[in-house]
């Protein structure tokens, strides 16, 4: 094939490119081929897992602060990315779980959601996607959106039919979805050694 292959992965907030598929992406980056990250979200509510940084600053530029970490991971990796502008919903806890903001990723109608990630694929013409499985790779409420719109949007950006206003369609050949965080299974994989893990 003479044209330039092009991957694109969907990732629901800026440092998922980083932890789920980013040796994946380099490589093919190193193979010759254009790679775009799609971040749904701008991880406004994430949250500071290094005591380090556990500091009122942080948290007061913590959007900033992940939007350098991915201009950082962009230089790193060699992918170009693209922001598709929603509110990050957070991870509920607690029992029972708290509802999600009303501005969040998670609540915006499927349509809606979808329509940015449509337009990107038009432009880009990825002829392969990935994102993550039904679960969203573990229930974070985000991922599992994340799974949906790249699923629709998959759909959606070949169908002349369906948002005419972003342009010619293109169908991308295959959606793959990325392996996801199984504890439960992993735990019945065999060691190296013959032995199950505990």
């Not at 500091?55 to 170009?80: F, Q, T």
């Not at 919903?89 to 779980?97: C, I």
Request: charged share 30%; glycine share 8%.
């Amino acid at each position: 094939m003479s044209e330039q292959l092009r991957l694109m992965a969907v990732h629901a907030h800026p440092d998922d490119e980083s932890s789920k598929g980013a040796a994946t992406m380099a490589r093919y980056v190193r193979e010759g081929v254009r790679v775009m990250v799609a971040t749904c979200t701008g991880g406004e509510r994430g949250s500071v897992l290094n005591p380090a940084m556990d500091r009122p600053e942080v948290w007061e530029h913590l959007s900033e602060i992940r939007r350098k970490e991915m201009e950082a991971a962009r230089e790193i990796l060699g992918v170009e990315q693209a922001w598709l502008g929603f509110v990050d919903s957070g991870l509920p806890e607690g029992d029972p779980l708290p509802p999600l903001p009303e501005d969040c990723f998670a609540l915006q109608p499927l349509e809606v959601a979808t329509a940015p990630l449509v337009r990107l694929i038009r432009e880009f013409r990825p002829h392969v996607v990935t994102t993550y499985d039904e679960n969203g790779g573990y229930p974070h409420p985000d991922h599992i959106m994340c799974h949906q719109v790249s699923v629709e949007a998959f759909e959606a950006a070949g169908d002349p039919e369906r948002y005419q206003e972003f342009g010619e369609p293109w169908q991308p050949l295959k959606l793959y979805y990325q392996m996801g965080f199984q504890p439960e299974a992993d735990r019945g994989v065999a060691r190296r050694d013959g032995r199950r893990r505990p």
